[in-house]
């Protein structure tokens, strides 16, 4: 495992080294790496999603499009959810120190003070993005991006090691495709909604 670790401080110098040298770089990854930015995208994007509507002829909700989407939507907010519940028990088993704890780094946000791994950040964004994905794969893919750009920028910023972002992303897509099976709870969580919407009288 330290071989493992070695390799990991290895690559996290490579990519946190870039810090620090172009004001526009560190000013991307700050805008990235905090906690309210990408998170509040990905929110946006999910509630875009579950309204969007591709054929503006209507033909797409008489297809099930639309309701394809919310699923997505449902997935991609339960994965989440169960993501968050998972890692919050591995932390209770395992703390892994951040790499300004140990090293002299280029540190661009605040010093949290929780576990290193897994990455919080990679594990919600990457379950977001999985939920959607097995769905809606255009929309999936973007995300998917998303995520990948909010993990980098947490190496970048000097707040986790790579192999941080790589379990929170392996947990993130875990929790989504443990979601992805419960299609009947997925279908029964939809109906709830459409029911309590029509009976608010916003349909």
């Known amino acids: 495992m330290s071989y493992v670790y070695q390799i990991d401080y290895w690559v996290f110098t490579i990519i946190n080294g870039l810090a620090g040298h172009w004001p526009w770089l560190d000013a991307a990854a700050r805008l990235l790496l905090n906690d309210y930015f990408v998170p509040t995208l990905l929110a946006l994007a999910l509630l875009a999603l579950w309204f969007e509507h591709k054929d503006p002829t209507g033909l797409g909700d008489l297809l099930g499009l639309n309701r394809h989407n919310q699923r997505a939507v449902l997935t991609a907010t339960l994965s989440a959810a169960l993501a968050n519940l998972l890692l ?75 192999l941080d972002v790589v379990a929170g992303a392996a947990l993130g897509w875990f929790s989504a495709w443990l979601i992805h099976q419960q299609t009947g709870l997925v279908n029964k969580l939809l109906e709830l909604i459409a029911r309590v919407v029509d009976r608010l009288g916003l349909t």
């Open 88 to 162: 919050k028990l591995m932390n209770l088993f395992y703390f892994r120190p951040r790499p300004f704890a140990d090293h002299s780094v280029n540190l661009l946000l605040y010093r949290p003070t929780d576990s290193s791994f897994p990455s919080n950040a990679a594990t919600l964004g990457f379950a977001i993005a999985a939920g959607a994905w097995f769905f809606n794969r255009s929309w999936g893919w973007s995300l998917m991006v998303i995520a990948a750009l909010f993990g980098l920028s947490r190496i970048l910023g000097g707040v986790h090691y790579p």
